[in-house]
């Protein structure tokens, strides 16, 4: 493997056995390959090539990301590069699902005192259920009944070889870097309830425990087999979470019950119609004072036609539907429409510098110009005391 540490242990996480391993050490080698050495070529097909070529049958350069588009479809390296592209993000998943199915021996768990609460009427919002989003076999809500963790074994795993190990040992990069930085930019704000929306096995959810120690820990999310391995995953990690499963757009608890709510890297897979309604249900949880906090992908950078052409692919071939949309929705207009004033509306970005600390990638320098647009964003509010 190319990063310097291996995800870390836990009671439910399955790793599978050494054969397992060495095709989820190939899988994990040939994403690398993919996105450190074949993605930056592309720039330099585009520069030499595949522009020019434009500029001929079109008689001017390509200008938009959709004109980059068009010219780059035209060429076989680019098209080369997509199918490897696919192929190492199918490969991902498909190394990871074996040692999942054939079913580790559940482990037992000391008590952390967490809890789980499912919901088996819930029916899941359609933007999640009709995709597999970025292609994860089954997408989130796959369930197979009572005692069924499979979704969240194989996300668990299958995400932190997705991610080249960037989010660290624990998977909880993001979480670590949205409570920190809270902690630093609120230095006043304790919040004695924390509700982390969107949760999944609850990577980020954890995080907060080492920042806010005495908070109560919330998480909600629409799949149950994410949530069942969530849940013991926290147990067994000692980490007291109240799991729940639910609609975040519909969340079921009563009106102002936490402190801070939360969520990391979940708006960008929703709706443009859901966004709005979950911001609008995170203001009506929030206590008098409370803060919502959502870190996610960056903006596009408009201003160049090629990164933002390069960033759109995770839609085109990646199975996002609404990153694109996204990327360009203005977040603190939608927060104003959920309630929040706009003075108590902040937008930052936490910098490529800053996510990529533990990379142990030599191509980071290389790929400098891309890596200054890949921080996170990140939207803050609070609810006027
Ligand atoms: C990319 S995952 C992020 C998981 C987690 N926040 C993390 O940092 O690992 C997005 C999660 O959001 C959940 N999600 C999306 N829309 C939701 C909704 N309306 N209600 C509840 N969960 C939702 C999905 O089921 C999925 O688990």
């Not at 592309?42 to 070529?53: I, P, Q």
């Not at 249900?281 to 408009?302: C, E, S, T, W």
Request: glycine share 8%.
């Amino acid at each position: 493997m190319k990063n310097i540490v291996d995800q870390a242990d836990h009671a439910a996480l399955v790793k599978g056995s050494h054969d397992d391993r060495a095709a989820q050490d190939f899988a994990f080698t040939l994403r690398n390959h993919v996105t450190g050495e074949l993605m930056p070529a592309n720039r330099t097909v585009f520069d030499r090539r595949a522009a020019t070529a434009y500029a001929r049958q079109a008689g001017k350069a390509p200008a938009t990301p959709a004109e980059v588009r068009r010219a780059m479809s035209a060429d076989s390296w680019y098209k080369f590069y997509l199918s490897a592209r696919r192929t190492s993000q199918e490969l991902i998943w498909s190394s990871v699902i074996p040692a999942v199915e054939r079913g580790a021996a559940a482990a037992r768990v000391k008590a952390a005192g967490g809890s789980l609460n499912l919901d088996p009427d819930l029916v899941p919002p359609r933007y999640i259920s009709a995709i597999d989003i970025h292609c994860m076999p089954g997408g989130y809500c796959a369930d197979r009944g009572p005692g069924d963790e499979a979704a969240g074994a194989v996300y668990d795993r299958g995400v932190y070889l997705y991610m080249s190990g960037l989010m660290g040992p624990m998977n909880d990069g993001v979480g670590q870097l949205a409570a920190r930085w809270l902690k630093a930019r609120l230095p006043d704000f304790a919040p004695a309830s924390i509700l982390d929306v969107g949760c999944g096995v609850g990577h980020a959810t954890l995080a907060y425990h080492g920042v806010y120690p005495d908070a109560a820990l919330h998480g909600l999310d629409c799949g149950a087999a994410l949530l069942r391995y969530g849940h013991r995953r926290a147990e067994s990690l000692g980490v007291s979470v109240h799991f729940a499963q639910g609609d975040a757009e519909q969340a079921p608890y009563p009106d102002a019950s936490f402190d801070l709510v939360t969520s990391h890297i979940v708006l960008h897979e929703t709706s443009t119609r859901a966004l709005p309604a979950i911001l609008k249900d995170n203001f009506r949880l929030l206590k008098p004072g409370g803060v919502m906090l959502h870190i996610d992908q960056p903006r596009f950078d408009d201003s160049d036609p090629y990164a933002t052409f390069l960033q759109e692919n995770e839609t085109w071939y990646n199975n996002e539907p609404f990153w694109r949309q996204y990327r360009r929705i203005d977040l603190a207009e939608v927060a104003q429409i959920a309630g929040f004033a706009a003075a108590d509306i902040q937008l930052d970005v936490l910098t490529a510098a800053v996510v990529q600390q533990s990379q142990n990638n030599q191509r980071v320098s290389a790929m400098s110009e891309t890596a200054k647009k890949r921080g996170f964003s990140i939207l803050l509010a609070r609810k006027p005391a």
